[in-house]
């Protein structure tokens, strides 16, 4: 069983459209990642949190700590928001576990 | 800044040859990480370092080995190239722990036949 669950696995959506992406993770954290893989290939930071929520223009990210829950939001997607996310906590010392990602295609 | 840079880019190995992936960072950043992403999985640690001379396994150590001689430079070597290892492989550092934002490199695309 992977220890960070992610869903949907694909998702498509029209330019506009409100984004949900959800994360579970089975074990204790304090944070939080979520990342952006192009489609390139390159893989950036979009957010770290350990509570609450954050909100970087377009996107929000919340945390749920107790249901071990976290959602990535898209407000007026973009086609050029089309990429894979991913969700990723800290395991263990110093390791790190993944989600498999999901793959957003947002179409014009 | 560069950033965190990766060479090569691309390679292609026969079964059973070596070869060294660079990894390079400017930010004089203590932790560094060596992932593997295999297609419709999550990346996963291979190695990871929280300074100079300081190294350790992280979840898919085996076939791989690492040294960090000093803070810039973090390389991965695969002594004998296995079909299994084919995967593309992000070098990331972080500046005080795993609790911080990781910068990943570009990537390298490595296929043994």
């Known amino acids: 069983k992977n220890e960070v669950e992610q869903s949907p696995q694909n998702l498509t959506a029209q330019e506009g459209e409100f984004i949900t992406i959800n994360c579970s993770y089975s074990v204790g954290i304090s944070a939080l990642h979520w990342l952006q893989q192009h489609p390139g290939g390159g893989i950036v930071s979009l957010f770290m949190?350990?509570?609450g929520k954050k909100k970087h223009g377009r996107l929000i990210a919340t945390i749920n700590i107790q249901e071990k829950h976290s959602s990535l939001h898209i407000t007026a997607s973009h086609p050029r928001d089309s990429a894979v996310y991913i969700c990723?906590?800290?395991?263990?010392?110093?390791?790190?576990?993944f989600g498999a990602g999901t793959r957003l295609t947002v179409k014009p | 800044n560069a950033g965190v840079t990766q060479t090569p880019k691309f390679r292609i190995l026969k079964i059973g040859q070596s070869m060294t992936l660079q990894c390079a960072q400017d930010?004089?950043?203590?932790?560094m990480y060596w992932y593997r992403q295999d297609p419709g999985m999550g990346l996963k640690l291979i190695y990871y370092?929280?300074?100079?001379?300081?190294?350790d396994k992280g979840e898919v150590p085996n076939g791989y080995n690492v040294s960090r001689s000093t803070t810039e430079d973090f390389p991965l070597r695969l002594e004998l190239a296995a079909p299994s290892q084919t995967s593309v492989y992000f070098c990331a550092s972080t500046g005080v722990s795993d609790y911080n934002e990781q910068f990943f490199g570009p990537g390298t695309r490595l296929t043994v036949l």
């Open positions: 949190l350990s509570s």
């Open positions: 930010m004089n950043h203590n932790y």
């Open positions: 990723a906590v800290p395991f263990g010392n110093n390791d790190m576990r």
């Open positions: 370092s929280v300074g100079a001379g300081i190294t």
